[in-house]
């Protein structure tokens, strides 16, 4: 009669559910679904050990924005936003969120989580290093986050002098009424793999001074599903080089059939900062800088859910599976990822954010293995991304046809070294030279430099005739240059196979190399 939820239960798909109070008192059931009005049964009285058997005949009607009341977003609303609209899809997200709390805490669920970290390249964003791990039979949530007091008080990111935490909100912090009280709340449209979504957005209020998050939380348009939230933060200080829009965290819900919604997959990017020595002003000493080196992405992704040991989710779809491996070398290529999207998109070479559909991932090991898991049947683009290929301005999409419930193996080589050099210097017929692709980096801090001069310098042996006839051998150098692009790339050709070549710019650059392959790939360190 207090008005607060005892117990809950998720109909079958006989329509059965159950739920019960250890007291005894006046309850009533109430019925919700996403995108119509909730059904109240008339007062029930509870005995301790009694039950009670009703049936339910639903007449289901859709919620009518003109009846809502909008006392669940009071706190703020962004000018112009439709107060009842928001409020019928705070309702929506509220149900939704509110499933996802439930099942993260039926201790007869447990999950399998495949679990990430890793480091991409502070220009290209390329993975530059990753390491995995997979956890089974999981009986706490996804992740979890500091609770909504916590959050409130002292932000999304606890930011010191030498480390830094940044947090993502779990179904919890959202659903708390700190978090409303804390931010301003508006309405956005957008399509969301191929989906009209409409988004929840919200904003931290002005007067809030901690790091706080600013975001979306995406619901489809037709069914109320919730589809994402997407966030960044506020008030966060930032490395030197380090762009905002790059940083922030994604939770991609899903749910059981007929059932709660869950946190499939989830990933946070942040910043790797370096200290660099700079001289200070006059009289002020030496004082340290904080530069961008990279960023780091952590993760993951449910695989399974098993309900009292019985599978509720895995099992379904495919999988692909193979190896990557380096043309130029024949070696196993370490550290390539790979990304599936729909045949379609690739095929239209849409961006891979862009592209609608599922988008699985997976990295490459130290034997150029790789798994991508649940993948539905139909035709698709693999796409396979490596600091090598980034660096070349290279993209590389391999279609596989995959069927329902089947493992299908491929592999894929790098493009031959011809391809490489074609593409990079434009001429196929000088057979005996070798082009070296790859990124200027500071050696201070690791960061990509752009627009650096790289030049190339051997000693070539000629033979010339003098005028009685004699043979005479002359070393004579040889030079060639180029220059790195905006984001540090470079590919300096004409190179001689199997000599001693020095590259370098004055005395900045220093990296010796022979060439063995018509396509090496090499970092050039800069020196201050």
Not at 296 to 313: F, H, K, M
Not at 327 to 343: D, I, N, Y
Not at 381 to 398: F, I
Not at 422 to 449: H, I, P
Request: one cysteine or more; glycine letters at 8%; hydrophobic letters at 40%.
């Amino acid at each position: 009669e207090a008005g607060e939820r005892i117990d809950a239960d998720f109909a079958s798909s006989a329509g059965a559910f159950g739920v019960s109070s250890a007291v005894a008192g006046s309850y009533r059931v109430v019925v919700e679904q996403l995108g119509y009005d909730a059904w109240h049964s008339e007062w029930l009285s509870l005995d301790v050990g009694s039950a009670v058997n009703i049936s339910i005949t639903l007449d289901l009607r859709p919620v009518v924005l003109e009846e809502i009341s909008i006392d669940v977003v009071r706190s703020c609303i962004e000018r112009g936003v439709d107060p009842a609209m928001l409020a019928s899809r705070w309702e929506d997200v509220t149900l939704a969120l509110e499933t996802a709390r439930w099942l993260e805490d039926e201790s007869h669920l447990t999950f399998s989580l495949e679990e990430y970290e890793r480091t991409l390249d502070p220009s290209s964003l390329v993975v530059l290093q990753a390491d995995s791990r997979m956890r089974r039979r999981v009986r706490l949530p996804p992740f979890e986050s500091p609770s909504s007091e916590i959050l409130a008080r002292r932000g999304y990111a606890w930011i010191e002098a030498d480390s830094a935490m940044y947090f993502a909100p779990d179904a919890a912090a959202l659903l708390s009424q700190e978090f409303r009280d804390t931010h301003c709340f508006g309405i956005e449209r957008d399509q969301i793999d191929d989906r009209p979504a409409v988004g929840i957005t919200f904003t931290p209020r002005d007067s809030r001074e901690v790091v706080d998050i600013a975001g979306t939380m995406w619901v489809d348009e037709a069914t109320s599903e919730l589809l994402g939230v997407n966030l960044t933060y506020r008030n966060a200080p930032l490395p030197r080089g380090a762009e905002r829009r790059h940083i922030g965290a994604r939770l991609a819900f899903d749910r059981l059939p007929d059932g709660p919604f869950y946190v499939h997959d989830w990933w946070i990017t942040l910043p790797i900062a370096g200290r660099v020595l700079r001289p200070g002003e006059a009289g002020g000493g030496d004082r340290r800088s904080d530069v961008l080196v990279g960023y780091r992405q952590s993760g993951g992704s449910v695989t399974d859910i098993y309900y009292r040991g019985a599978p509720v989710l895995g099992g379904e779809g495919a999988m692909v599976t193979g190896v990557v491996f380096d043309s130029l070398t024949g070696r196993p290529l370490e550290g390539a990822e790979l990304r599936l999207r729909s045949w379609a998109a690739a095929a239209r070479m849409l961006p891979m954010e862009s592209s609608p559909g599922p988008q699985i991932t997976a990295v490459t090991d130290s034997l150029g293995r790789f798994e991508l898991r649940r993948v539905p049947g139909g035709d698709f683009g693999v796409r396979v991304s490596h600091p090598l290929l980034t660096a070349a301005g290279m993209q590389y999409d391999r279609r596989v046809s995959v069927r329902d419930g089947q493992t299908q193996r491929i592999e894929l080589p790098l493009p031959a070294a011809d391809v490489f050099y074609e593409r990079l210097c434009g001429d196929t017929r000088m057979t005996t030279t070798a082009v070296v692709v790859g990124y200027v980096r500071s050696a201070t801090t690791g960061a990509s430099v752009p627009h650096a001069r790289v030049e190339g310098r051997w000693n070539e042996s000629r033979i010339s005739v003098s005028p009685d006839g004699e043979a005479l051998l002359s070393v004579e150098p040889v030079e060639v240059e180029t220059s790195a692009d905006e984001e540090g790339r470079f590919a300096l050709c004409g190179l001689p196979l199997g000599e001693s070549v020095s590259i370098g710019s004055g005395s900045a650059l220093t990296l010796t190399i022979v060439p063995e392959s018509r396509v090496e790939w090499r970092d050039a360190i800069l020196k201050p």
